[in-house]
């Protein structure tokens, strides 16, 4: 049974950088493209960032180039989001989700998601 689940999530002041977490079991996560996306409340869930499973090459959103970090640890199974000088815009749920399909920006190629971790952005 896949399982991914994140963490690192909280309450933070605008500004400030947080590093979100998420451990995948379940899946040989070496062989899974990986993403993170975010919703918003009242807003349909979007794109943030993605990873090949290699670690070689990664993909923004717009809204978060420049202010975030993808990466991986294929010995950990874990799969990281850095986000640095944060927005009250950046408030919302965030999820991590896995696919074979490469790295992608299309929430239908994900099988794979976990339940999300809460980002709050006080300004």
């Known amino acids: 049974q896949v399982q991914l689940a994140e963490s690192g999530g909280g309450l933070v002041q605008v500004g400030d950088s947080l590093r979100l977490s998420c451990l995948a079991s379940g899946l040989t996560f070496s062989s899974y493209d990986m993403g993170w996306f975010r919703q918003a409340p009242g807003k349909e869930r979007e794109f943030v960032a993605a990873?090949?499973?290699?670690?070689?090459?990664?993909y923004y959103a717009d809204s978060m180039a420049g202010r975030s970090s993808i990466s991986r640890d294929n010995a950990k199974n874990t799969l990281y989001l850095r986000m640095n000088n944060l927005k009250p815009e950046d408030t919302a749920v965030y999820y991590c989700?896995?696919?074979?399909?490469?790295?992608?920006?299309?929430?239908?190629?994900?099988?794979?998601w976990g339940m999300g971790t809460q980002v709050t952005v006080s300004s």
């Open positions: 989700a896995a696919t074979t399909a490469g790295v992608a920006g299309i929430e239908n190629l994900y099988p794979y």
């Open positions: 990873i090949a499973r290699s670690g070689g090459g990664t």
